[in-house]
Nanobody, 126 residues
Framework: QVQLVESGGGLVQDGGSLRLSCVAS????????MGWFRQAPGKEREFVAA????????YYADRLKGRFTISGDNVKNTVYLQMNSLKPEDTAVYYC???????????????????WGQGTQVTVSS
């Protein structure tokens, strides 16, 4: 049973930074894709970033490139999302997701992922 546990959310001021963590357990994740998504009130869940455990390749939503960085620690089975220059519009619940995947595409849709964490709230005040 795959389990994903996010942490690191909180309240931060406009322009601040946060680092989210997602600890994965229950599998060997070397052939998994890991993703971060977010969902603001009244909006659909949207893709933020993804990483492949196998080679460390990363992929970002275009409008978040340069501010957000995804990384992984294979020893700790943990995926991180470093968020800098945060804006009020970044306010959302942030979710970690995982999916067994050995293909060549990047998984960037919620329907691509079968395992989800419970989410962590990020609030950016103006």
């Amino acid at each position: 049973q795959v389990q994903l546990v996010e942490s690191g959310g909180g309240l931060v001021q406009d322009g601040g930074s946060l680092r989210l963590s997602c600890v994965a357990s229950g599998r060997t994740f070397s052939a998994y894709a890991m993703g971060w998504f977010r969902q603001a009130p009244g909006k659909e869940r949207e893709f933020v970033a993804a990483i492949r455990w196998s080679n460390g390749d990363t992929y970002y939503a275009d409008r978040l490139k340069g501010r957000f960085t995804i990384s992984g620690d294979n020893v700790k089975n943990t995926v991180y999302l470093q968020m800098n220059s945060l804006k009020p519009e970044d306010t959302a619940v942030y979710y970690c997701a995982a999916q067994y995947y050995t293909g060549s595409y990047y998984l960037s849709e919620p329907r691509d992922y079968g395992y989800w964490g419970q989410g962590t709230q990020v609030t950016v005040s103006s």
